[in-house]
């Protein structure tokens, strides 16, 4: 099983940039799925959370400029993010819940995966 993420790069402040997440082999089913950020020097932080339900939760920070989103039919995730500002500044990395399967489609466990992060630059 393999998570990708995309949709990084730079734009100026107030800009918008939609970042995706992208799960795939044996996947049985997906249930949370995260996006987390990690600026330099910093911690890394939970910016947004969707549940298979469709329940969110967003940083306080975020909250009113970023909207998580989810595809199930494309085991796809993503974060749209508008009114950008220069703290927004980190590398962002999607985390997913994920039961994955045998090569018979039998559920084996439940796991969480990480995938490879993508920058993300707000000039001032």
């Known amino acids: 099983v393999q998570l990708q993420a995309s949709g990084g790069g730079l734009v100026e402040a107030g800009g918008s940039l939609r970042l995706s997440c992208t799960a795939s082999?044996?996947?049985?089913?997906?249930?949370?799925m995260d996006w987390y950020r990690q600026a330099p020097g910093k911690q890394r932080e939970l910016v947004a959370a969707?549940?298979?339900?469709?329940?969110?939760n967003y940083a306080d920070s975020v909250k009113g400029r970023f909207t998580i989103s989810r595809d199930n039919a494309k085991n796809t995730a993503y974060l749209q993010m508008n009114s950008l500002k220069p703290e927004d500044t980190a590398v962002y990395y999607c985390?997913?819940?994920?039961?994955?399967?045998?090569?018979?489609?039998?559920?084996?466990?439940?796991?969480?995966?990480w995938g490879q992060g993508t920058q993300v630059t707000v000039s001032s």
């Open positions: 082999g044996r996947i049985f089913r997906i249930d949370a």
């Open positions: 969707m549940t298979s339900s469709g329940s969110t």
């Open positions: 985390l997913a819940d994920m039961v994955y399967s045998d090569y018979g489609g039998v559920p084996v466990a439940t796991k969480e995966y």
